[in-house]
């Protein structure tokens, strides 16, 4: 992939993040970016090989690479995670009464990829359901489809 390719493809993925993070609701700071940053935030490059990678650091050291050549599946995985972030403030801020704090967290977060990307919620709690052993963990997680956002 030529360089001018990388900047057309990052330009693009640039529209895309900053168009579905305001659809969201969230802030230029809460959607990953482009530039290397440390303390766990992950951040977005564009290969010069065509692959989209998916990236944290830790205290300098790698702790997250995903990789694709698909731009949905990166804008899949940036919105994953910057909705659960975002998500896990709201639920603070808006407690259920009798609803544990996490059940707050996942009804919110799969409201906002639902307003993204209906599939986007679905394969959220799809995954979350396959990484709970415990069934009555399973039981918890909330149905979709979610409620409208408040």
Do not use: N
């Amino acid at each position: 992939m030529s360089e001018d390719e990388q900047v057309r493809v990052r330009r693009c993925l640039e529209g895309r993040l900053a168009e579905l993070g305001r659809l969201a609701g969230l802030s230029d700071r809460q959607v990953p970016g482009f530039g290397f940053r440390d303390g766990a935030y992950p951040f977005i490059e564009v290969g010069g090989d065509g692959e989209l990678r998916y990236l944290a650091y830790e205290r300098g050291r790698k702790i997250l690479e995903l990789v694709t050549r698909d731009p949905e599946e990166l804008l899949y995985w940036a919105f994953r995670d910057s909705t659960f972030e975002a998500a896990g403030v709201w639920a603070r801020r808006h407690p259920r009464e009798g609803e544990p704090f996490r059940v707050t967290l996942w009804r919110r977060q799969f409201s906002l990829l639902h307003v993204l990307r209906p599939a986007w919620a679905r394969r959220r709690r799809e995954e979350l359901v396959a990484s709970l052993r415990d069934p009555e963990h399973v039981r918890l997680v909330p149905a979709l489809p979610p409620p409208p956002l408040e």
